[in-house]
């Protein structure tokens, strides 16, 4: 089992940033896959970044050149750096961490961008 705790939600202006947190925790994988989604009310949930343990990040288009996927493996720690923000990015943030075919969800954390 892994146990996952996202952290660093809040409320924002529009154009203000946030860094979100996603510690993990129990039976880590050296070599594991951590993602960031987001769901907002009523929509499906979208992959928002992807950071493999060796590199390779993906991000949506939508936030493209605005957020930043990073992690810190001593940790077991994944951040999502978050600038520009926009109203469109308000939704329930959760951290993904899958490793073959193991998969675990964080409790999720709110973001909610003001215009």
């Known amino acids: 089992q892994v146990q996952l705790v996202e952290s660093g939600g809040g409320l924002v202006q529009a154009g203000g940033s946030l860094r979100l947190s996603c510690a993990a925790s129990g039976n880590i994988n050296r070599m594991n896959v951590m993602t960031w989604y987001r769901q907002a009310p009523g929509k499906q949930r979208d992959l928002v970044a992807t950071l493999p343990t060796g590199g390779g990040t993906i991000y949506s288009d939508s936030v493209k050149g605005r957020f930043t996927v990073s992690r810190d493996n001593v940790k077991s720690t994944v951040y999502l750096q978050m600038n520009s923000l926009k109203p469109e990015d308000t939704a329930v943030y959760y951290c993904?961490?899958?490793?073959?075919?193991?998969?675990?969800w964080g409790q999720g954390t709110q973001v909610t961008v003001s215009s």
């Open positions: 993904n961490y899958r490793s073959g075919l193991q998969s675990f």
